[in-house]
């Protein structure tokens, strides 16, 4: 079993959509939670970062954790198709960084 | 303008020969890693340094080397042993002090094909 589980899609949705991306995880010992996006060929961007259960907000992005569950989450609210990416999600131990293999979005105009 | 280059963007090799990918980062950061990254696959640590002259292997070390002379600099050979080595590299930095609550922060990655 994967330390981190994330459902690689590909996930099409129509631009204004509010999307769901997700990610479990096994370790119990991950303290910090990531999500990272990366555009096509490009390296991939840090767009949030949490380190206790509940809700991060940040303009149309929201991280959630839920430790309890071993479950993470990030929802973009009014989509655009410049969202369109692949979506990581990444966890920390120590200075041990664990990544989910990715999320495919496109947003359609 | 603080952040982490990669060169080159592209690199082509011949079966047989060792090529090296650069890794520069002027965040001051003290830990550097090296991600291959294959399609379906994720990011796959190959090594990490910590401190200057001091390096780990990561998952998937075999057929690649590396170097930590300097704290901006994270060079990665690919050498001839490595059987597979067409991939997307990314090279990445973090702080160590202050605990695990520290990002990680990617260059813009180099794409290596073996003719």
């Known amino acids: 079993q994967k330390e981190v589980e994330q459902d690689p899609g590909p996930l099409s949705v129509p631009e204004g959509a509010i999307v769901s991306l997700n990610c479990t995880y096994s370790?119990?010992?991950?303290?910090?939670f990531m999500w990272y996006r990366q555009y096509s060929r490009k390296g991939p961007e840090l767009l949030m970062y949490?380190?206790?259960?509940g809700n991060k907000e940040d303009g149309r992005f929201t991280a959630q954790v839920d430790k309890s569950s071993k479950y993470i989450s990030l929802f973009i609210r009014d989509s655009q198709p410049s969202d369109s990416a692949t979506y990581l999600c990444?966890?920390?131990?120590?200075?041990?960084?664990?990544f989910g293999t990715g999320t495919s979005l496109t947003v359609i105009p | 303008d603080g952040g982490i280059t990669q060169s080159p963007k592209y690199l082509f090799r011949k079966e047989g020969q060792n090529v090296t990918l650069s890794c520069e980062q002027n965040?001051?950061?003290?830990?550097m890693y090296w991600y291959r990254q294959d399609p379906g696959q994720g990011l796959r640590l190959i090594y990490y340094?910590?401190?200057?002259?001091?390096?780990q292997k990561g998952d998937i070390a075999e057929g690649y080397s590396v170097s930590r002379e300097k704290k901006e600099s994270f060079p990665l050979t690919v050498t001839s042993a490595q059987k597979n080595p067409t991939a997307f590299y990314l090279c990445?930095?973090?702080?160590?002090?202050?605990?695990?609550?520290?990002?990680?922060?990617f260059g813009p990655g180099t794409r290596l094909t073996v003719l």
């Open positions: 990445a930095s973090s702080i160590v002090a202050g605990g695990p609550y520290n990002e990680q922060f």
């Open positions: 370790n119990s010992a991950f303290q910090y």
């Open positions: 949490t380190y206790s259960s």
């Open positions: 990444a966890m920390k131990t120590g200075n041990q960084f664990y």
């Open positions: 965040l001051n950061h003290d830990a």
């Open positions: 340094s910590q401190i200057v002259n001091d390096f």
